[in-house]
Nanobody, 124 residues
Framework: QVQLVESGGGLVQAGGPLRLSCAAS????????MAWYYEAPGKERKLLAT???????????SFEGRLEGRFTISRDLAKNTCDLDVDSVKPEDSGRYYC??????????????WGRGIEVTVSS
């Protein structure tokens, strides 16, 4: 089992920076992709950003340009952590953010793991 814990959320002021962090622990063999998902109140969860082991990143195109280059995903392979940095947060960034990892066990089993999510509220 792999456990994921998100941190860094809470109440933030619009226009300021935000860093969300995800730490993976437990029985880790090989973490492939790491990702952040975003869930607005009453809406479905959407892929926000993903990063491979090689550092290649992709940002969710379902946000219709709203990401505007303000979001940056990064990871530390050695520490099994993944960060999401947001420049100049906006009230519409409020919602719940989830960390997700694609884990490959040495047995060949491949499984997704999710964190519990972390709430972000942006005040205007």
């Amino acid at each position: 089992q792999v456990q994921l814990v998100e941190s860094g959320g809470g109440l933030v002021q619009a226009g300021g920076p935000l860093r969300l962090s995800c730490a993976a622990s437990g029985s880790i063999d090989l973490i492939l992709n790491m990702a952040w998902y975003y869930e607005a109140p009453g809406k479905e969860r959407k892929l926000l950003a993903t990063i491979t082991r090689e550092g290649a990143t992709k940002y969710g195109d379902s946000f219709e340009g709203r990401l505007e280059g303000r979001f940056t995903i990064s990871r530390d392979l050695a520490k099994n952590t993944c960060d999401l940095d947001v420049d100049s947060v906006k009230p519409e960034d409020s919602g719940r953010y989830y960390c997700n990892v694609d884990h490959l066990a040495w047995s060949g089993d491949r499984q997704d793991y999710w964190g519990r999510g972390i709430e972000v509220t942006v005040s205007s």
